[in-house]
């Protein structure tokens, strides 16, 4: 089979779509697929594109097998609405085109959210190659826009819901990351249940592997033998990492306890002055981080922060953190409802409050402190559940029999 997967963001970008895509795409090849990801230029999420790519129009790469066609972006950084927006709307045209002249015919189009823009170019290389348009759906767009408060409801919010449901009725099928997604889907747009898949988010077992505590990154941040709640990944709106900050203000005369926050976003530089406003000596910040250094993180510390905002769109998310920290047999204190709360408490793996309260939260840093001996033991019921229901491989092939099954079609 030959896939055409059409993604705005691809390594060596970090975060959970990019893993996503590479990750499917190579097990696909490995198992004798021909798979093209057409892709832009990395810039996410600091809106700075590399030296050597700079004026580029279109390039063609390959990586581990992987067909790799990279178009034209107006790169901007993962804050301010207009700005990204242009960057949507660049690469949704620049892909449409550069996908028209330089991919091969597929026997179908794979196109991935957010953003919607990125699925209307798949949608469209669909229509000129003549091929099924599969949308595989990763977040809720415009819904999640507005639960962050990023925008209100205007016009250009009315816009993307009508591109949604246009998208959501052409696609021969849709993929969804969750059980919350494909649910939201049917009751906000319609959709027929049958019409959507899903495939959920996993780890790559060769990546994830458990380590030890005091690694080089503990001896490097100097974390000692502090227990350290560790927070890795974007920090951007969605995650009221605000309220991390006011849980350690209220833990600031334990000593033991750190808070690090590794990654970027747009809402760094805000946590980074009020930590300083704050004088907070339990927080630590690190920027991102080559991939291969992650599993490092989170071998070396002692429970993964996830948190959520409270909003009830995001009962829905299934955070891919989750797994990363489980697969690393490291318990996850989460801060929502939902699906993910019900993952934890399935598997035994982790603690689970209320989103968005920093006095529940800093109990409950204080309670996993106090039950050091007990945190092994947790992770290692993570690392089982994960590896029996999340493992990418598994989830590699399950994805590929929904997609023979559409190209026979």
């Not at 030959?2 to 990750?23: D, K, N, T, W």
């Not at 279109?58 to 990586?63: I, M």
């Not at 990546?207 to 505590?213: E, L, N, Y």
């Not at 001996?373 to 999340?390: C, D, I, N, S």
Request: proline share 5%; hydrophobic share 45%; with cysteine.
């Amino acid at each position: 089979m030959r896939i055409l997967y059409v993604s705005q963001y691809f390594p060596p970008e970090m975060g959970a779509p990019p893993a996503r895509v590479h990750e499917f795409a190579r097990e696909w090849v490995h198992l004798g697929h021909e798979v093209t990801v057409l892709t832009a230029f990395p810039h996410h999420p600091t809106g700075v594109k590399r030296r050597e790519d700079r004026g580029v129009l279109t390039r063609r790469e390959s990586l581990d097998g992987i067909d790799v066609i990279r178009a034209y972006v107006y790169a901007a950084a993962n804050r301010g609405t207009l700005r990204r927006m242009l960057s949507y709307a660049s690469f949704m045209l620049s892909a449409s085109l550069v996908g028209s002249l330089r991919a091969a015919r597929p026997d179908l189009v794979l196109a991935t959210s957010p953003q919607l823009l990125c699925a209307a170019a798949g949608y469209a290389l669909s229509l000129r190659f003549g091929v099924p348009f599969v949308f595989e759906l990763r977040d809720l767009w415009p819904e999640s826009i507005l639960a962050v408060e990023v925008m209100r409801e205007n016009a250009i919010v009315r816009g993307l819901k009508r591109l949604a449901a246009f998208l959501y009725a052409r696609a021969t099928r849709i993929v969804a990351v969750g059980e919350g997604y494909k649910q939201g889907v049917i009751s906000r747009y319609g959709v027929a249940g049958e019409k959507i898949e899903i495939v959920p988010n996993g780890f790559d077992p060769s990546t994830f592997v458990p380590g030890p505590r005091d690694n080089e990154i503990r001896r490097e941040l100097g974390w000692g033998d502090r227990f350290v709640l560790l927070y890795i990944g974007t920090h951007g709106m969605a995650h009221a990492l605000d309220k991390v900050l006011d849980a350690a203000a209220e833990l600031r005369r334990e000593a033991d306890l750190l808070f690090a926050f590794v990654g970027e976003g747009a809402e760094k530089a805000a946590l980074e002055a009020r930590a300083a406003r704050l004088e907070l000596p339990n927080v630590q910040f690190v920027g991102q981080q080559p991939k291969a250094r992650v599993p490092l993180f989170y071998a070396a510390c002692d429970v993964c922060l996830v948190t959520l905002r409270n909003t009830e769109l995001f009962l829905e998310v299934l955070p891919s953190k989750i797994f990363e920290s489980l697969a690393m047999e490291r318990p996850v204190l989460f801060t929502g409802g939902g699906e993910a709360r019900r993952l934890i408490e399935r598997s035994q793996s982790g603690v689970c409050i209320a989103p968005e309260d920093p006095a529940a939260l800093a109990r409950a840093a204080r309670e996993l402190a106090a039950r050091r001996p007990e945190l092994a033991a947790m992770g290692k019921r993570g690392r089982a559940f994960v590896e029996a229901h999340y493992d990418r491989r598994a989830l590699a092939r399950q994805y590929l029999e929904i997609l023979g099954r559409i190209a026979r079609a």
